[in-house]
């Protein structure tokens, strides 16, 4: 170890000997000072006029455009740099004759070199740790552990491109060639993940030995053993390379006794990069203060209640728009989105299914005229050169899996102990299941899920047709994310009028029937509601009467007509509402965003308790402080005569009753509109409507679904320094500081020179 250091130190002497350390120094240190500075300069700015600031330590250090990620892209630049002349100065001036002759062995010689390079690198990180210390006085409460996570991934990712750099100088007497050979190995290290991924085991191994992105899962604050070992290995494969190669300068070795050796180090490299990348072996450490890194607590206890095997099945019709996304060369970084899951579910296998079926993928069929869906998918695999084991027809996929439910589009199923549940692609802007959606479909197969029922047979609004005033887009819109049915609810409809409500109805559904009930339905939802089931009546002023039977029950009454208010922008029916957040919150809890936007309705009912029936009654929704008068639908203003009738406020729209009946909590919503969960309402933008809905839905599942993924407030939320102190301190670490490095350097260079 002695003749270790000695070397590494005679080294550190040569490389500070050399201006090109002094430079790469000091525009490292510009560079990150700048990009730290600036951002910083930059919040300070927003925060004077009023934005507010949210976790902030990621978005300086990590973020799009954080320090870290902005220095990693500018590493690869440095390090050749500054490895080019480790041995092939040697080689040029013969000295590496004078080494091998002498009783230094090749490996202390190797790892001294390596040990100062590796030291110097340690200056850029201390450069970076000096603005984390300042970040620290400059954000309050700057989570310090995240900060240093990413200055392990940098580190280590500093020290991989250094042991590349030092084999590629052992290969050339010429530093230019061994910094440009440096720049194409890393070169193909980024790229070499794309390579061969739609080849079976090799697209392992090539996604293995990628370096792109590497380090990001750390500098995002999630140190994983696979990440740390790849960084090991890669170095350590390097480093045991150069040493394979300055002893063919020193011993007589044939050359298949050297292919041998190269053959059996790459191999033990692979194998053991490979073996430890698998889910079971794999090791994490979230180093955020709030844990983002880790699914959050009500997933974990989804995760906890599941121990044997897991499959996820994709089916990929290679006709629909998303086919891309699963496609054989896609699949390691579908797989990848999945690592917060098999991080704890290690056990998780995933499958992909290829077919192709009608789709809804209209831009297909018009770019492609007069071609039928097999023709359409023998031109996709010709012109994507897919090397596909089985391709199912039509016909074959449909004794598998019926997917005309689900518009034949890409789609997963999980399964788990006998259970079978989707798990779909959206048309949105990030397309993938995000935790939410994952843990829902986890859930429905260890639990219950909660089945909702919607009344027809009497023109009620109906979940499978769009319009404006129809359900689809919140209950039964595969293609949105944010639709119960992909939340974890069962969404079904029955014709109460002929046909009894399933047993495990969880909440049923009557919405604004426009003719009258049946006898048979009435019965039916009498003895529903005496069993202490859940249920939702949504009315219209125009048609509630079909509902007075059922309302008289509960001890409820609409007012005649529809309630309007005078305003100067919106129409007399547009209701201003007021969520009313004081509510004793054991009996419902809203969102803490639920009154970030207002609740508006558009031609609603009052609602009035006539009678004690047993139930606790509870608004939810009231119209405001501003006078509501009593009028017939249609009207373009609030006429005089109008305003003369008596006045109402504060009156509510939506209500909740409750009661303890047959051990359980039974819970019912009454409101006088119907349109607010209609699509167009739930599509309103600026509206609190959506969130409003999934408020009362959480409720009545009784805080099960959707999934609450909501994470602690971050506390690094402040900027502490002002414009001047911003300033100051850029002409310290932009100007100063780099000054101090140049004076250092020229005064260690005009002493050796005068010595």
Same mark, same amino acid.
């Given at each position: 170890m002695k003749t270790i250091y000695r070397i590494a130190k005679t080294e550190l002497n040569t490389m500070f000997y050399s201006p090109v350390? %002094?430079?790469?120094?000091?525009?490292?240190?510009?560079?990150?000072? %700048?990009?730290? $500075?600036?951002?910083?300069?930059?919040?300070?700015? /927003?925060?004077?006029?009023?934005?507010?600031m949210h976790n902030l330590t990621q978005t300086v250090f990590s973020g799009f455009s954080g320090l870290y990620t902005e220095m990693q892209e500018y590493l690869y630049l440095y390090i050749p740099l500054l490895t080019m002349g480790l041995v092939s100065r040697e080689i040029n001036s013969g000295s590496i004759k004078l080494l091998l002759s002498s009783p230094i062995k090749i490996k202390e010689i190797v790892l001294g070199k390596y040990l100062a390079i590796a030291v110097y690198c340690l200056l850029f990180i201390g450069i970076l740790g000096l603005q984390?210390?300042?970040?620290?006085? #400059?954000?309050? =409460? +700057?989570?310090?552990?995240?900060?240093?996570?990413?200055l392990i991934?940098?580190?280590?990712?500093?020290?991989?491109?250094?042991?590349?750099?030092?084999?590629?100088?052992?290969?050339? #007497?010429?530093q230019v060639v061994a910094a440009i050979s440096t720049l194409v190995v890393l070169a193909g290290l980024n790229f070499i993940g794309k390579l061969w991924q739609d080849i079976e085991y090799v697209k392992d191994i090539t996604y293995f030995l990628s370096i792109a992105g590497r380090a990001n899962e750390m500098l995002g604050g999630l140190i994983i053993s696979k990440d740390v070992l790849y960084?090991?290995?890669?170095?350590?494969?390097?480093?045991?390379? #150069?040493?394979?190669?300055?002893?063919t300068g020193r011993d007589a070795q044939t050359i298949s006794k050297r292919v041998l050796k190269y053959t059996v180090l790459i191999s033990i490299v692979l194998s053991l990069g490979y073996i430890t990348s698998r889910a079971p072996l794999t090791l994490y450490h979230d180093m955020t203060r709030t844990k983002d890194r880790t699914l959050t607590k009500t997933s974990l206890d989804i995760v906890k209640k599941m121990e044997g095997p897991i499959k996820i099945t994709t089916y990929v019709n290679l006709l629909d728009i998303n086919y891309h996304m699963a496609m054989p060369y896609s699949q390691n970084y579908d797989k990848s989105s999945f690592e917060q899951y098999t991080r704890f579910l290690p056990q998780i296998q995933m499958e992909y299914v290829y077919y192709y079926d009608i789709s809804t993928n209209a831009a297909l069929y018009a770019q492609n005229p007069g071609l039928n869906d097999k023709q359409l998918a023998e031109k996709m695999v010709e012109s994507q050169d897919l090397k596909l084991k089985k391709l199912y027809t039509p016909a074959e996929i449909k004794k598998i899996i019926d997917l005309g439910p689900e518009q034949n589009r890409v789609v997963r199923t999980v399964e788990y102990n006998g259970q079978k549940t989707f798990l779909r692609m959206y048309d949105d802007l990030f397309k993938v299941?995000?935790?939410?959606?994952?843990?829902?479909? +986890?859930?429905?197969?260890v639990y219950n899920p909660v089945k909702i029922v919607f009344a027809t047979g009497n023109m009620e609004r109906s979940i499978e047709k769009n319009g404006d005033k129809n359900y689809k887009t919140g209950f039964n819109e595969i293609t949105f994310r944010n639709s119960l049915i992909n939340q974890g609810f069962d969404v079904a409809s029955v014709d109460i009028n002929a046909q009894n409500i399933p047993e495990q109805t969880s909440i049923l559904i009557i919405a604004d029937p426009k003719t009258q009930l049946s006898q048979g339905a009435l019965d039916r939802i009498n003895k529903y509601i005496d069993q202490g089931k859940n249920l939702m009546l949504l009315a219209e002023p125009e048609t509630n009467s079909a509902l007075t039977a059922i309302i008289d029950k509960l001890?409820?009454? $609409?007012?005649?007509?529809?309630?309007?208010?005078?305003?100067?922008?919106? #129409?007399?029916?547009?209701? @201003?509402?007021? +969520?009313?957040r004081n509510i004793d919150s054991t009996l419902i809890k809203f969102?803490? =965003?639920?009154? *970030? =936007?207002?609740?508006?309705f558009l031609g609603s009912s009052g609602i009035k308790t006539v009678k004690d029936t047993g139930f606790k009654v509870t608004p939810l929704l009231k119209t405001n402080n501003q006078p509501a008068w009593e009028s017939q639908t249609g009207i373009t203003s609030v006429s005089p005569e109008l305003k003369k009738q008596p006045a109402v406020k504060a009156i509510p729209l939506v209500v909740a009753l409750t009661r303890n009946i047959k051990g359980k909590s039974q819970k019912i919503i009454v409101a006088g509109d119907a349109d607010f969960m209609g699509n167009a309402e739930l599509s309103r933008g600026g509206s609190g409507t959506f969130q409003f809905v999934t408020d009362i839905f959480s409720w009545f599942s009784?805080?099960? $679904?959707?999934?609450?993924?909501?994470?602690?407030?971050?506390?690094? *939320?402040?900027?502490?320094?002002? /414009? =001047?102190?911003?300033?100051?301190?850029?002409? @310290?670490?932009?100007? +100063?500081?780099?000054?101090?490095?140049?004076?250092?350097?020229a005064f260690i260079l005009i002493r050796r020179n005068r010595r």
């Open positions: 350390a %002094w430079v790469v120094l000091v525009i490292f240190s510009i560079q990150s000072s %700048w990009k730290f $500075f600036d951002t910083v300069q930059r919040f300070e700015k /927003a925060q004077k006029i009023g934005e507010g984390v210390v300042i970040a620290y006085f #400059s954000i309050e =409460n +700057l989570d310090i552990k995240f900060a240093f996570s990413g991934g940098l580190y280590l990712l500093v020290c991989t491109y250094a042991a590349i750099g030092l084999f590629m100088s052992c290969l050339t #007497s010429y960084f090991l290995l890669v170095s350590g494969l390097f480093i045991v390379l #150069s040493i394979y190669k300055l002893q299941p995000f935790e939410k959606e994952i843990s829902a479909s +986890l859930k429905r197969l001890g409820l009454g $609409f007012t005649k007509q529809t309630l309007v208010q005078e305003s100067e922008t919106n #129409s007399p029916d547009f209701l @201003v509402t007021d +969520l009313q969102s803490p =965003n639920s009154n *970030n =936007n207002p609740i508006p009784n805080y099960e $679904f959707p999934i609450d993924t909501t994470r602690p407030e971050s506390t690094d *939320n402040k900027i502490t320094i002002n /414009a =001047n102190q911003v300033f100051i301190n850029k002409i @310290v670490f932009i100007g +100063l500081f780099p000054l101090l490095i140049i004076l250092s350097g």
